[in-house]
């Protein structure tokens, strides 16, 4: 199987920049997209794309992301990570990394989630 790990999250001060990095491991043959969601807890809110990269580096971003936030992803390493700058109080949510992998001997990938790190920036 596949695990995906999330490191950097914490509290930051509104302005300020903050770094999440996300390490898949386990028995794997290709990595496709990578992704970076948040998600904000409260009712009805659903999970946001913040931004994700393909293997071949080409990026998207989310509205709130865009000018801000910056993917990037080390293929060597299994690793993707998240740089964020200029941080609101809006900022503040859960972010989960996700990517698109194949295992040894399957053709078909499936999509692995992290378990999620905590992003705080207080108003």
């Known amino acids: 199987q596949v695990q995906l790990v999330e490191f950097g999250g914490g509290l930051v001060q509104p302005g300020g920049s903050l770094r999440l990095s996300c390490t898949a491991s386990g028995d794997i043959a290709n990595i496709y997209d990578m992704r970076w969601y948040r998600h904000v807890p409260t009712p009805g809110k659903q999970r946001e794309l913040v931004?994700?990269?393909?293997?071949?580096?080409?990026?998207t971003y989310g509205v709130s992301a865009k000018g801000r936030f910056t993917i990037s992803r080390d293929n060597d390493k299994n690793t993707w990570f998240l740089q964020m700058s200029s941080l609101k109080p809006e900022d503040t949510a859960v972010y989960y990394c996700s990517a698109d992998v194949t295992i040894r001997f399957q053709t078909r990938f499936t999509t692995y989630w992290g378990q999620g790190t905590q992003v705080t920036v207080p108003s």
């Open positions: 931004a994700s990269i393909s293997s071949g580096g080409s990026t």
